[in-house]
């Protein structure tokens, strides 16, 4: 689901998402050290991007949380439970949209970031509401930079994903998926073949031909170094 080969065009609803962060990601990993915590973790999907021996996932805790991640630590959704300055770098990965204290949680990543460790930060700009109801936020290009900033971090790189008309049709999708989405997997598999990966072939090629526009994107990816 979260780097999808050619063949997830027909398997994946978020088919251009997807591809889209995961290629941006893979590019940045390189330039991240360990120890890495990974915040907000899941089910640690990018960890094959980063050739790091310490690799620490930390969720939020909650039963689905103890359950279904592979977090290592699990944090109060207050402070994170590790000393100050002990990692060399930070990844969080769609994330920031669901914490309703920014500052507070930007401050935690800044406390245990060693001085000039980098955080990896990706969050949705166009996008539905999800994980209802733990979906507080958008930000803007100009919001996020101001953001990390008045929280002691200094933007190295602000890249806008889908930044094209591809946009356009991975939002059609998402349209599609939800609103033909059954309990039936048969069902919800056959949709995305035959109905939803053709949008997505026709944003690749629209994608590809058609000017982009730097206003209106999908996603965006923020490389910071701790001040």
């Known amino acids: 689901m979260f780097n999808p080969g050619p063949l997830g065009l027909f398997l994946n609803p ?12 893979a590019r940045q990993g390189g330039t991240l050290a360990g120890p890495m915590l990974d915040v907000g973790c899941g089910t640690k999907p990018y960890r094959e991007l980063f050739e790091l021996e310490e690799y620490i996932g930390l969720e939020i805790d909650s039963p689905s949380a103890r359950t279904q991640s592979r977090a290592d630590y699990f944090y109060d959704g207050k402070k994170f ?4 300055e002990i990692f060399n770098s930070v990844l969080c990965n ?4 669901h914490v309703f204290n920014p500052d507070d949680f930007l401050q935690e990543i800044h406390r245990v970031l060693r001085q000039g460790g980098m955080l990896l930060l990706t969050v949705p700009f166009v996008w539905d509401e999800h994980e209802q109801p733990y979906d507080y936020a958008r930000y803007s290009t100009f919001g996020l930079k101001s953001l990390l900033e008045r929280n002691g971090f200094n933007v190295l790189t602000q890249k806008k994903l889908l930044a094209d008309s591809s946009i356009l049709f991975q939002l059609i999708n998402a349209y599609l998926f939800k609103v033909f989405h059954t309990r039936s997997a048969l069902v919800n598999r056959l949709t995305v073949a035959l109905l939803i990966a053709p949008v997505s072939a026709l944003g690749l090629v629209f994608g590809a031909l058609l000017p982009k526009n730097d206003d209106l ?11």
């Open 14 to 25: 978020f088919f251009l998402a997807r591809r889209a962060l995961w290629h941006e990601m």
């Open 81 to 84: 439970p590790f000393e100050a």
């Open 94 to 97: 769609q994330v920031l949209e």
């Open 217 to 227: 994107f999908l996603d965006q990816l923020i490389l910071a170094k701790r001040c």
